[in-house]
């Protein structure tokens, strides 16, 4: 009998208080990592912006188009030019009546007295209607004179490098000192350095604290649900993977709740990690993966686990046939021992991973696994991105983008317990890559409707989610209990490279507006042909060892413990 098992003929017999409370808790840094993730998104939102002209206005004011602007800066095919603005009269030693050209006047019944020659100049400081958006209001990162966009966008690739080097060590660091350890501690850590961060002087302090942040958050959610996966016996796995995305969509979503009823990026930030912090008064009532515990020989701590849930939730056989569950693990443990198998920890996690890497269909399991992260991180951030971008509020576009994750993440659901992983990733994929295709062919303009666009986008959105949270559970269900976390994160990290990508997209909106969603369409087309050589895991325990792994896909693949059936086979 093994942990399957036992999980099935005890406590997920029926769904009780333990269960409810459990993954009501580990649902909590779901949220709260969706509010750390894209909060970039917001502290460097572009914003519009003018030439500041200290002889007519002061800083604190809102006025972006006042009566007296078209004497005081060119005006290019009717907008006013943003980058530049006319010299004053007096400056140039032209007088006040003999100045000529198209800023020529005093503008004095327009409320301001002072009189510019026809010569122009690059702007010194710029206005904004509200100068404390976001860092680029801030610190002045417009484009002008030298092109600050780079500076903007390059904030989200810091962002996704700091997951990159995070998120392998998060794995380790779960595989070797437990999943509920990384949680407390990754939320812990990177919710004073958000702190910190809120309270950057420049753009040097904030962009380097915007790489060292994700390093600690970013394996917070990995590790809850890594912990989900383990606690679920095969059937309730599909669910997990889909209730998960849907915190995670509320999370975005309460994301741009936040920053749409408090548009200031400093107090963003500020709210958003200490709701985290506070969140650790309730999380250290989580319990520990009883994979976990049984793979490092901690049976009997396991076994307790499983007697406490069952009395909690009041099931009278709960203890039966678990003495048989820790005979059969000191039985393996001595076998071990007496083989001269029993290496500390961390040598045989180097042995069960060395096997893995020899096995041919592993290695390119793995392989297929890292590009399909690439992919969908590519787009599923991308969009998100982009979202900001569209046409109309671009608050309630983030929102309306984030939240289609909830009925995504549903059908993911449906779709996976109906037709499995391999089919269901394939199809979403595909029809991810025809609404992007589409969003060029849709009229665009000042005349045109914005919502169209946003529906399409909306669409994609919806069907990458499907297909993103097909890979979560495909790559936690392919690797052995030992290394299971470790090669998750390993094929994560790799994933963020797309991430890295996806904040530099909206700069290819530049060449042509339809052009990022044509990149999308293309990395999704292509990874739709590489998901159908996943195996099929939707009818398979989780294996517990390379044997295991290798074997799915084929007849002789372990199968799910049936409820009932051991105690049918005893009774036989």
Request: aromatic letters at 12%; glycine letters at 8%; one cysteine or more.
């Amino acid at each position: 009998m093994d942990i399957d098992q036992a999980l099935e003929r005890t406590i997920f017999r029926k769904w009780g208080r333990y269960q409810s409370f459990t993954f009501l808790l580990i649902s909590v840094p779901y949220v709260f990592q969706a509010l750390f993730y894209l909060s970039y998104v917001f502290t460097t939102i572009q914003s519009d912006y003018r030439c500041y002209i200290p002889e007519c206005e002061t800083l604190d004011s809102t006025d972006m188009n006042p009566r007296w602007l078209q004497s005081a800066v060119p005006y290019i095919d009717g907008a006013p030019d943003r980058c530049r603005r006319y010299v004053p009269a007096a400056r140039t030693g032209t007088p006040t009546g003999s100045a000529t050209g198209p800023g020529t006047g005093t503008g004095r019944s327009a409320g301001c007295q002072i009189a510019f020659s026809n010569e122009t100049e690059y702007c010194e400081q710029y206005m904004y209607p509200n100068r404390d958006l976001s860092i680029m209001t801030e610190w002045d990162l417009v484009t002008c004179e030298t092109d600050n966009a780079w500076k903007l966008t390059l904030v989200g690739t810091l962002n996704n490098f700091g997951r990159i080097i995070g998120v392998p060590l998060s794995g380790c660091f779960s595989d070797k000192f437990g999943r509920r350890t990384l949680m407390l501690a990754g939320l812990s850590v990177a919710g004073v350095v958000g702190l910190i961060m809120s309270f950057s002087t420049n753009y040097v302090m904030y962009a380097v604290l915007e790489f060292f942040n994700p390093m600690f958050y970013d394996g917070v959610s990995g590790a809850a649900f890594i912990m989900g996966m383990e606690l679920l016996p095969p059937r309730m796995r599909g669910g997990w993977s889909a209730y998960s995305h849907v915190v995670w969509g509320l999370g975005l979503a309460g994301l741009g709740g936040i920053a749409w009823g408090m548009p200031y990026w400093r107090w963003l930030l500020r709210l958003s990690y200490c709701i985290g912090l506070a969140s650790l008064s309730v999380l250290w009532m989580v319990p520990e993966s009883l994979h976990w515990l049984v793979a490092r020989g901690r049976t009997q701590e396991a076994c307790d686990y499983i007697r406490r849930a069952a009395r909690t939730n009041r099931h009278a056989s709960a203890e039966l046939n678990l003495d048989k569950l820790e005979q059969e693990q000191l039985a393996r443990a001595e076998l071990a021992r007496l083989n001269k198998e029993d290496a500390p920890e961390n040598r045989a996690f180097s042995q069960e991973l060395k096997k893995l890497l020899r096995t041919r269909i592993l290695v390119l399991r793995l392989i297929n696994c890292c590009v399909c992260w690439i992919v969908n991180l590519f787009v599923y951030e991308g969009l998100s991105i982009y979202s900001v971008h569209l046409s109309g509020d671009r608050y309630l576009n983030f929102v309306l983008v984030v939240l289609v994750e909830i009925p995504g993440a549903l059908l993911a659901w449906r779709f996976m317990n109906r037709f499995g992983r391999r089919i269901t990733l394939c199809v979403f994929l595909l029809i991810t890559s025809a609404c992007c295709f589409s969003y060029h062919f849709i009229p665009s303009g000042e005349e045109a409707s914005p919502w169209p666009r946003t529906l399409i986008v909306m669409l994609a959105k919806l069907s990458v989610t499907v297909s993103f949270t097909v890979i979560y559970v495909v790559a936690a269900e392919m690797f052995p209990t030992k290394v299971r976390h470790s090669l998750y994160a390993f094929t994560s990290t790799l994933g963020h490279l797309g991430s890295m990508l996806a904040p530099q997209t909206p700069l290819l909106g530049r060449y042509m507006h339809s052009l990022p969603m044509i990149v999308f369409g293309s990395a999704t087309l292509a990874n739709s042909v590489l998901a159908v050589c996943f195996p099929e895991t939707s009818k398979t325990s989780l294996p517990d060892t390379v044997e295991d792994a290798a074997k799915l896909g084929t007849d002789q693949a372990k199968a799910p413990a049936v409820p009932g059936q051991d105690d049918d086979e005893e009774a036989a």
